[in-house]
């Protein structure tokens, strides 16, 4: 009788704290407060990713600050009329990779999913327990991710000018070392079994729900060379998937590291990122099934005004990174109060 | 994986209970040692040394027993003279047996810790002559090592001194010595107060459940809320010290003092809890320091486990060795009761804060630290006579509340002085710090606020000071309950359902809404488990 009262105590007090939980995430839903400007941490594309237009999305991108600054969903949108979104953010991990996906996979069918393989070497085994650990809460508990939106009630809101996850950013500083960079050896960087193992495990997913991963490493001179590239073929190849590194097509695809990177090699900025995307774009055209939506009336409605809106915002930044405007251009960005992200 | 993070809380300590629960009582203990081995594997590798400490202090007792008791049956036989004779040897030989037991664990803990920066400083004093000194780099730390090497070393003295009988168990030393909530960051605990309670092998139980959580709750809030925040002001002020105005040092000194507390006393709010869900008791910590009314008051009520150890085991020994005595005797005939007071005071003390400033870690910081406290408790020592006479001459009492908060503030610049050298990673940081607050401009050009609200440097917003002033209130008042001793939790967990489930639940929702974690935060590791 004690015994049953007991786990009877517990299992309301348990009761009690679900209901917590679940206020909470109505409370601080994505979609209430994304589409206004009040999200602009590194959760914004996730949150971007709750408020998009169920099955609409034909690649999602994923990976850590190297593909969230060098792949431009609007470029291919501009030139082939695919849909995609970039969901890659600093630091990203590989549990967050695989819970961001497992989520898109719930509203989206995409047709293909690139992964950069930057983060692969985000291997430190104590900070991917901690961090899918997080991410598993997160998960059930979604509030819980975007709790920091309280704190709007004494700060002014803004937008990064986030255009399907991607961050315009037209400042430069230019990468002054070695040009051929990815220079030929037989050797390969090892990489360790946790993280190849997650990213079988994350190809496998997206295989489960009709999706083609594809590997790809964002041209970098810091973060890349030749012993990387093997290893990264070599882990590609015994997965199954397809590997496209775009260290070996600089030249290809027209890269000038005196203008297209914003901080000496490391991560591209929008004119090297429109030159990536296109040379991705091109890889990926006619394959998976990928399809041109922009006669469509109901992709255009929706896609063709965030286009505009990135066109005439490239115009106005004169230069800068968007999280960096001078007052005089932040002023007339945000001519009208306009807080709204684009496409919502 | 450490006390604050959700591993720990979410799933560790969960499975534990779980499994304890599940199992016949005299298993249990068992389970705890067995997961107390897998928390030290996922925060260490060196795990063989807990346990070669564990078989070391196992052996070393139970030789001193058995010694002592091949003597109580040889008694009887021997003569007034034998007797005498045979007790002595029996205490030298148990003495070289303590003697030798305190100096392995020692030598461990000096490899561990001290080894590197005792061949730096060769080094750098033999560099003048030419000489250099090629230190290996060390890798070698275990974690909790200095706490626990003082648990082995009081079971040691303790068997020695007959004060608890040499266990001949050896799993029952073990799990005393490797219990995972306190092998990190303490408390220091004795054996005669832990052991037996860890070997009961208890029943879960509900009030203890809840009481445990409630704890935890009260400590993640702590850390949480105000710690985690504050460590970006600290970061911000210490990492750029030599541009740092009076006002910056003094509000990083400050906030540095206030992080501390709330992060070590925090965590050991979680430790205690944590162990008190599975029905053990481990001593306090923490006893409202900031209300203290002079620096020998504060180090009764900061990190007291610590300062019970070194006064058993050191400070008593020391103010009893023959040599002290000795000088007492001496100094009194020639020098007066007070000048023997001041002169046996200053003996003792001496070995025991500078030990407590080395136990910290191996850094000339943390030796002036120890210093600063053996100068300031000397003075406080020396002029208490005076202090007295003054107070019976004002009548004024140490009650006066005028003068209890005068004393309360004056005891703050001491905590505060000290945390700022504490906190320097150089001797030479500590110093440009403190020749800051008195040289140069005080008040910084941009202001004052402006500063602590830069986006780029320290990375707090004013919703984030407004969390912190909040979460410093809230603990204030919970600790002005318990100096009055107005048993608040005791009467917000014996009280209606719906109060204590509210507790519990707002304290919960402050921690998941305003907590720092998430986007934007990252998890500060505990202070006090790199010691």
């Known amino acids: 009788m004690r015994c049953k009262n007991t786990l009877l105590r517990i299992a309301g007090f348990l009761a009690g704290l679900?209901?917590?939980?679940?206020?909470?995430?109505?409370?601080?839903?994505?979609?209430?407060?994304?589409?206004?400007?009040?999200?602009?941490?590194?959760?914004?594309?996730?949150?971007?990713?709750?408020?998009?237009?169920?099955?609409?999305?034909?690649?999602?991108?994923?990976?850590?600050?190297?593909?969230?600054?060098?792949?431009?969903?609007?470029?291919?949108?501009?030139?082939?009329?695919?849909?995609?979104?970039?969901?890659?953010?600093?630091?990203?991990?590989?549990?967050?990779?695989?819970?961001?996906?497992?989520?898109?996979?719930?509203?989206?069918?995409?047709?293909?999913?690139?992964?950069?393989?930057?983060?692969?070497?985000?291997?430190?085994?104590k900070r991917l327990a901690k961090s899918m650990t997080a991410e598993i809460f997160y998960d059930l508990f979604e509030g819980l991710r975007f709790h920091n939106v309280w704190k709007y009630v004494w700060k002014e809101r803004g937008y990064r000018l986030y255009f399907k996850g991607y961050i315009l950013n037209e400042s430069s500083d230019p990468y002054e070392g070695e040009a051929r960079y990815m220079k030929p050896t037989?050797?390969?960087?090892?990489?360790?079994?946790?993280?190849?193992?997650?990213?079988?495990?994350?190809?496998?997913?997206?295989?489960?729900?009709?999706?083609?991963?594809?590997?790809?490493?964002?041209?970098?001179?810091?973060?890349?060379?030749?012993?990387?590239?093997?290893?990264?073929?070599?882990l590609a190849d015994r997965i199954g998937i397809r590997y496209l590194d775009l260290n070996l097509h600089v030249d290809e695809i027209g890269l000038d590291w005196s203008t297209d990177t914003f901080d000496k090699g490391d991560h591209l900025n929008c004119f090297g990122a429109e030159k990536a995307s296109a040379w991705i774009m091109r890889e990926l055209e006619g394959w998976a099934g990928l399809e041109d939506k922009r006669e469509d009336p109901a992709f255009a409605a929706s896609w063709d005004p965030v286009y505009a809106r990135f066109l005439e915002m490239k115009d106005l930044m004169k230069g800068y990174h968007s999280e960096n405007l001078p007052e005089e251009v932040e002023e007339h960005i945000y001519n009208g109060g306009d807080f709204r992200e684009p496409g919502f | 994986m450490a006390y604050h993070e959700n591993l720990y809380l979410l799933v560790f300590l969960p499975l534990v209970l779980i499994f304890y629960q599940l199992v016949p009582a005299r298993v249990r203990p068992y389970i705890l040692l067995f997961f107390s081995c897998l928390f030290f594997l996922a925060n260490s590798k060196w795990i063989i040394i807990p346990i070669l400490l564990t078989v070391l202090i196992w052996q070393c007792g139970i030789r001193m027993e058995r010694i002592r008791q091949e003597t109580e049956e040889k008694l009887p036989a021997l003569d007034k003279a034998g007797k005498k004779a045979l007790k002595e040897e029996t205490e030298k030989r148990t003495k070289r047996i303590l003697v030798s037991g305190i100096l392995v664990i020692l030598a461990v803990l000096f490899v561990s810790q001290y080894l590197?920066?005792?061949?730096?400083?060769?080094?750098?004093?033999?560099?003048?002559?030419?000489?250099?000194?090629?230190?290996?780099?060390?890798?070698?730390?275990?974690?909790?090592?200095?706490?626990?090497?003082?648990?082995?070393?009081?079971?040691?003295?303790?068997?020695?001194?007959?004060?608890?009988?040499?266990?001949?168990?050896?799993?029952?030393?073990?799990?005393?010595?490797?219990?995972?909530?306190?092998?990190?960051?303490?408390?220091?605990?004795?054996?005669?107060?832990?052991?037996?309670?860890?070997?009961?092998?208890?029943?879960?139980?509900?009030?203890?459940?809840?009481?445990?959580?409630?704890?935890?709750?009260?400590?993640?809030?702590?850390?949480?809320?105000?710690?985690?925040?504050?460590?970006?002001?600290?970061?911000?002020?210490?990492?750029?010290?030599?541009?740092?105005?009076?006002?910056?040092?003094?509000?990083?000194?400050?906030?540095?003092?206030?992080?501390?507390?709330?992060?070590?006393?925090?965590?050991?709010?979680?430790?205690?809890?944590?162990?008190?869900?599975?029905?053990?008791?481990?001593?306090?910590?923490?006893?409202?320091?900031?209300?203290?009314?002079?620096?020998?008051?504060?180090?009764?009520?900061?990190?007291?486990s610590l300062g019970t150890w070194f006064r058993t085991y050191l400070f008593y020994a020391v103010s009893m060795s023959r040599t002290v005595k000795n000088v007492n005797k001496k100094l009194r005939k020639s020098r007066g009761k007070y000048a023997s007071m001041v002169g046996t005071s200053a003996m003792a003390l001496l070995p025991v804060w500078l030990a407590t400033g080395l136990w910290h870690g191996p850094s000339w910081t943390y030796i002036f630290y120890g210093f600063?406290?053996?100068?300031?408790?000397?003075?406080?020592?020396?002029?208490?006579?005076?202090?007295?006479?003054?107070?019976?001459?004002?009548?004024?009492?140490?009650?006066?509340?005028?003068?209890?908060?005068?004393?309360?503030?004056?005891?703050?610049?001491?905590?505060?002085?000290?945390?700022?050298?504490?906190?320097?990673?150089?001797?030479?940081?500590?110093?440009?710090?403190?020749?800051?607050?008195?040289?140069?401009?005080?008040?910084?050009?941009?202001?004052?606020?402006?500063?602590?609200?830069?986006?780029?440097?320290?990375?707090?917003?004013?919703?984030?000071?407004?969390?912190?002033?909040?979460?410093?209130?809230?603990?204030?008042?919970?600790?002005?309950?318990?100096?009055?001793?107005?048993?608040?939790?005791?009467?917000?967990?014996?009280?209606?359902?719906?109060?204590?489930?509210?507790?519990?639940?707002?304290?919960?929702?402050?921690?998941?809404?305003?907590?720092?974690?998430?986007?934007?935060?990252?998890?500060?590791?505990?202070?006090?488990?790199?010691?």
């Open chain 1, 18 to 125: 679900l209901v917590l939980l679940l206020i909470l995430n109505t409370v601080f839903s994505a979609g209430k407060w994304y589409p206004e400007g009040y999200i602009q941490d590194r959760n914004a594309r996730t949150a971007m990713l709750s408020c998009e237009e169920p099955w609409t999305i034909e690649i999602i991108n994923v990976g850590d600050s190297e593909s969230g600054m060098d792949f431009n969903p609007m470029t291919l949108w501009g030139q082939k009329g695919y849909t995609a979104l970039n969901v890659g953010c600093d630091g990203l991990t590989l549990p967050e990779c695989y819970m961001v996906l497992k989520k898109a996979f719930r509203t989206q069918s995409p047709k293909v999913v690139l992964i950069e393989s930057n983060l692969l070497y985000r291997s430190e085994k």
């Open chain 1, 186 to 234: 037989e050797e390969a960087e090892d990489i360790r079994f946790t993280p190849a193992q997650a990213l079988t495990g994350i190809c496998a997913m997206c295989r489960k729900h009709g999706a083609e991963p594809v590997l790809w490493s964002a041209p970098s001179p810091i973060n890349y060379h030749m012993a990387k590239h093997n290893a990264l073929q070599k």
């Open chain 2, 116 to 304: 590197h920066f005792t061949l730096e400083n060769i080094g750098s004093l033999l560099s003048p002559l030419g000489i250099r000194l090629e230190i290996p780099v060390w890798s070698f730390f275990p974690i909790g090592i200095s706490f626990y090497s003082l648990e082995a070393i009081g079971y040691l003295v303790d068997v020695y001194w007959k004060k608890i009988q040499a266990d001949h168990n050896p799993f029952r030393l073990g799990l005393f010595i490797l219990f995972f909530p306190q092998v990190m960051e303490g408390p220091i605990a004795s054996y005669k107060d832990t052991a037996m309670q860890l070997w009961k092998g208890e029943s879960l139980n509900m009030d203890r459940i809840s009481s445990g959580l409630f704890r935890i709750l009260l400590g993640l809030f702590k850390k949480m809320m105000v710690a985690d925040r504050l460590a970006r002001v600290v970061t911000c002020v210490y990492d750029n010290y030599y541009h740092m105005h009076g006002i910056m040092v003094i509000l990083g000194t400050v906030a540095y003092t206030i992080q501390l507390y709330m992060e070590f006393s925090g965590s050991i709010d979680i430790v205690i809890g944590g162990a008190e869900m599975l029905g053990i008791r481990l001593p306090e910590n923490f006893r409202q320091p900031f209300m203290a009314q002079n620096a020998a008051d504060f180090w009764r009520r900061w990190h007291i």
């Open chain 2, 372 to 531: 600063y406290y053996f100068v300031i408790l000397l003075a406080e020592t020396a002029l208490m006579p005076f202090i007295d006479k003054l107070e019976d001459r004002l009548h004024i009492s140490s009650k006066t509340p005028w003068y209890a908060a005068l004393n309360m503030m004056r005891t703050w610049v001491i905590i505060f002085t000290g945390e700022l050298f504490f906190r320097a990673k150089t001797m030479h940081q500590g110093l440009t710090l403190f020749a800051h607050i008195f040289t140069g401009p005080f008040f910084p050009k941009r202001g004052v606020w402006n500063i602590l609200t830069d986006q780029r440097a320290i990375l707090l917003e004013k919703a984030d000071y407004l969390a912190i002033v909040f979460g410093i209130i809230v603990i204030l008042i919970i600790d002005i309950c318990r100096e009055k001793e107005l048993g608040l939790k005791e009467k917000i967990l014996q009280g209606p359902l719906l109060l204590r489930w509210s507790a519990f639940y707002l304290l919960i929702a402050a921690i998941l809404i305003f907590g720092a974690y998430g986007a934007g935060f990252q998890a500060v590791e505990l202070i006090y488990a790199g010691f």
